[in-house]
């Protein structure tokens, strides 16, 4: 079946460093979005990418989706404790409701 | 607007119970999603519902159940309550394909 990975599992960061986390389906995706969890919090939404070759940002978040819409990636520039968390992806494929959710990167920020 | 909201917050069942949870969708959301999340793993989908009926499912056995009712709040049911049920549910409420809005969740212990 359908699997989303992620990568890396855990990152550790000094406050002001940069982050960055890869996510990659077995299949292509219609569309993907991004999701934040503090701990102990539930998913919050981030943003949704639906073109090929997308790119949007949202402050200092910068989120791409690839050209084969396989894969996508979150880059976060200067880290700050306040973006301590779980990030996941999850994608929807062309014909179906569902969205699989990647196995999340855990992130960390040191200050 | 009270968002997505979830009851209860915690629960404490026997193996072999029942088990009903109940979500109220973000106003204006006609879909609902459920998904279950064990610790450390991203959120796994259940299934989703649009306009009263299981519009999709995820690869949960027939224990699992749901419902809408005409005013768009879900029930998620299990039946045979089995250790390995223990995880937070997470209800999730969107506009069709638009982001989802995440409750708080209901933790599930079974023992």
């Known amino acids: 079946g359908q699997q989303v990975m992620q990568i890396p599992q855990y990152q550790h960061v000094q406050e002001g460093e940069d982050f960055t986390t890869y996510c990659n389906s077995s299949t292509t995706l219609s569309n993907i979005q991004w999701y934040k969890q503090r701990p102990g919090g539930h998913p919050v939404f981030l943003i949704q990418?639906?073109?090929?070759?997308e790119v949007k940002k949202q402050k200092r978040l910068t989120f791409q989706f690839g050209e084969a819409k396989k894969n996508s990636s979150l880059h976060i520039t200067a880290t700050q404790t306040t973006d301590v968390g779980t990030y996941f992806c999850?994608?929807?494929?062309?014909?179906?409701?569902?969205?699989?959710f990647g196995t999340g990167t855990r992130l960390k920020v040191l200050a | 607007d009270a968002g997505v909201t979830q009851s209860p917050t915690h629960l404490i069942k026997t193996r072999g119970q029942q088990v009903t949870l109940r979500c109220s969708p973000k106003?204006?959301?006609?879909?609902v999603s459920w998904y279950q999340q064990a610790l450390g793993q991203g959120p796994q989908f259940i299934f989703q519902y649009y306009e009263e009926e299981e519009r999709q499912r995820g690869n949960f056995p027939d224990r699992f159940s749901g419902h809408q009712f005409p005013n768009y709040s879900s029930e998620l049911n299990v039946n045979a309550l089995l250790l390995g049920d223990s995880a937070l549910y997470l209800c999730?409420?969107?506009?069709?394909?638009?982001?989802?809005?995440f409750g708080p969740g209901t933790r599930l212990t079974v023992t």
């Open positions: 999730a409420s969107s506009a069709d394909r638009d982001e989802q809005y």
């Open positions: 999850a994608g929807q494929t062309s014909g179906t409701y569902k969205y699989i």
């Open positions: 106003s204006g959301h006609d879909t």
């Open positions: 990418l639906v073109k090929s070759g």
